[in-house]
């Protein structure tokens, strides 16, 4: 029995948070959100998720900047982290230019706002599997 | 004149004679009943050239008989002294221009004429004078015009005569403005009152019917008594200068509008995707028989429903380019209607309102409609910032005052305050701390609006502490304004009448 994956979904907007909650929930996701990018950086610490959901556009901290510090933080730099934003993918949203620091590598995924709830649903599973594959020919030392 | 008798006169008279007819500041020549010239000072050689055994025609005015209409033969008649302005020639051959003063030379009263004196002085320089002054009143490019004290125009410049028509003996206010009555704060009473220069932007309008923005210069001249007599209008036409003033304001209104525009995408998806998540959830709860999911998802479909409704309308009063109508209101009024609106929706989330009225601000011309969306604006966000606080004790003030010649609004609170961060970025487009409840336009519209009164806002602002925003306008501002949108319907009246 496979034991129940951890999502953290960061973003202000109330009504996201329960939307993307109840789309993750009926993949079989475990949620915990938070609201600012300090709570956001506080639970990853604490709950370790299998995936982070970000938004980019926050009153106080742009998501960005927790992205840096998830991105450049030991324990927390291999989570996978997937953007979720009202920024057009292309080409507005040049995430380069954004994050401007060559050694952070680009996030899992982008969903632009409002989501394909089709789409993001898979892409979020397929994300969360490749990691667990990842991790677990890492343990048994298969490349 | 030259008699034996002068021999014998005393020293004083002696020196009358020779003395002053040398030293008077004239030309001086006496003649006779023949126009011969008998005697004149050095001055008078000097200016016409030699004169002995000529006529006197002759010499002034290089003739070869006497001048038609010679005022020297009416005094040799009626025995009365005459000045006229007269033009001849000098001793260079130069033009000349003076003014004479003919005297009846006589033994005694009664008797005949024998002589005149004539005495003359040069007016070239005060002619030229005259002249260059004359060309300076018709032609300077600024409506100029004198004014009496029943405020008559009797005189007026070309300038003034092709903009406005020929107006000679008509009221300045019906001709300036087609009014019937004299102006409120009438510059040029003033200027009658107190004899001072004043200076005001004033709004008239064109014998064609179209409005003339000018700055008016009242200055007094010439006085009856303690009186000033009568008042010199100078004014400098900037209607020009006003419409390009107007086009920089268009241009960056819709130059905003285009930001926001762009701006407005990122609200409208984040209330498409609360609209979807509640739909999503709303199919959940229906599939599953599940109220609680059901009821959460409607309250996500009404919320959203009315963010749309709200941005729209923000939207579209700020996107609005409509000028200022302004009435005359008490902005103490208007102030106590905002905390009638606002005082339940405070004490609902423990904040109290209250107002703080200067009773020196009195009536002053603004557009209700507008100031009300502006305090609107910085009241809510006052009550909002309360609201985010730590602070317990919320308390928003709303002030007025009239100082240094402006009419102020300060909202005030203890709320949470801005770093330095946000202050920066408080007026513009889309920039909001309040997450999904704001639309990030309230700050912009209310510039918006302080702007096109001709005000001006400023925010202080210490994090933790609280938040004091000002808006105030300048009464002179206003005072033109206002006058602008009484010119306007006063054109738009005859208009009408035309039609």
Request: hydrophobic content about 35%.
């Amino acid at each position: 029995m496979s034991q129940k994956k951890h999502v953290l979904i960061v973003d202000d907007e109330p009504d996201v948070v329960a939307y993307l909650g109840a789309v993750l929930e009926t993949c079989g996701f475990v949620t915990h959100t938070a609201q600012d990018t300090e709570s956001g950086f506080r639970l990853a610490g604490e709950v370790h998720p299998d995936l982070i959901c970000l938004d980019i556009m926050m009153p106080k901290e742009s998501g960005l900047s927790l992205y840096r510090r998830l991105r450049t933080d030991d324990g927390l730099a291999d989570i996978p982290v997937v953007i979720i934003s009202g920024i057009e993918n292309e080409p507005e949203f040049d995430f380069r230019q954004l994050v401007s620091d060559s050694s952070i590598p680009p996030p899992d995924a982008f969903f632009e706002k409002p989501i394909d709830v089709t789409l993001f649903g898979r892409e979020i599973l397929r994300i969360v599997d490749n990691r667990r594959s990842a991790t677990a020919r890492r343990k048994s030392g298969t490349p | 004149m030259s008699t034996t008798s002068e021999t014998k006169t005393p020293a004083l008279e002696d020196w009358m004679y020779r003395g002053l007819f040398q030293q008077v500041p004239f030309n001086v020549a006496i003649i006779d009943q023949d126009y011969n010239i008998v005697n004149a000072n050095d001055n008078f050689t000097e200016y016409f050239g030699p004169w002995r055994g000529k006529k006197c025609y002759r010499v002034y005015k290089k003739l070869s008989q006497p001048c038609l209409g010679c005022n020297a033969r009416l005094t040799f008649e009626d025995g009365q002294p005459r000045v006229s302005d007269e033009s001849g020639v000098d001793q260079h051959g130069q033009e000349a221009h003076y003014v004479v003063h003919i005297a009846p030379l006589r033994k005694r009263k009664g008797a005949s004429v024998k002589y005149i004196v004539e005495m003359s002085r040069d007016i070239v320089e005060t002619k030229n004078w005259q002249m260059e002054y004359q060309l300076l009143f018709e032609r300077v490019p600024c409506y100029i015009t004198v004014i009496d004290r029943n405020y008559k125009i009797i005189r007026a410049n070309e300038n003034f005569r092709r903009t406005f028509g020929d107006v000679l003996g008509r009221q300045c206010f019906e001709v300036y403005k087609k009014r019937r009555t004299k102006c409120p704060n009438c510059p040029a009473a003033r200027t009658f009152r107190d004899g001072q220069v004043h200076r005001s932007q004033q709004v008239g309008i064109k014998k064609g019917g179209d409005k003339a923005n000018y700055v008016l210069t009242t200055s007094p001249l010439g006085r009856q008594g303690d009186d000033v007599a009568h008042v010199i209008e100078m004014s400098m036409d900037i209607t020009d200068v006003k419409k390009l003033q107007k086009e920089v304001i268009e241009a960056e209104r819709l130059s905003a509008v285009g930001q926001t525009v762009a701006g407005l995408a990122h609200s409208i998806k984040n209330i498409l995707m609360g609209l979807e998540g509640g739909m999503y959830i709303m199919g959940r709860g229906l599939q599953r028989n599940d109220r609680e999911k059901l009821t959460q998802g409607w309250d996500m479909l009404e919320r959203n429903f009315n963010k749309t409704t709200s941005l729209v309308r923000d939207f579209l009063s700020f996107a609005k380019g409509r000028m200022p109508e302004l009435e005359m209101v008490k902005p103490n009024a208007l102030v106590e209607e905002i905390i009638d609106l606002y005082q339940a929706i405070a004490a609902e989330v423990g904040v109290t309102l209250t107002a703080d009225l200067d009773p020196k601000v009195g009536t002053v011309p603004l557009d209700p409609k507008g100031i009300h969306t502006c305090l609107t604006n910085l009241v809510s966000n006052a009550i909002d910032a309360c609201e985010m606080s730590d602070n317990r004790q919320g308390e928003v003030t709303i002030a007025t005052s009239a100082k240094k010649g402006a009419v102020s609004f300060t909202v005030t609170d203890n709320g949470t305050g801005m770093d330095s961060d946000i202050k920066r970025k408080v007026f513009t487009t889309f920039f909001t701390t309040k997450g999904g409840k704001g639309t990030g336009l309230g700050l912009l519209t209310t510039r918006r609006i302080v702007k096109e009164h001709g005000g001006h806002i400023t925010v202080r602002s210490i994090s933790g502490q609280g938040t004091r925003f000002r808006i105030s306008f300048p009464k002179s501002r206003l005072t033109t304004l206002y006058d602008e949108n009484k010119a306007e319907q006063v054109l738009k009246q005859q208009v009408k009448e035309r039609s």
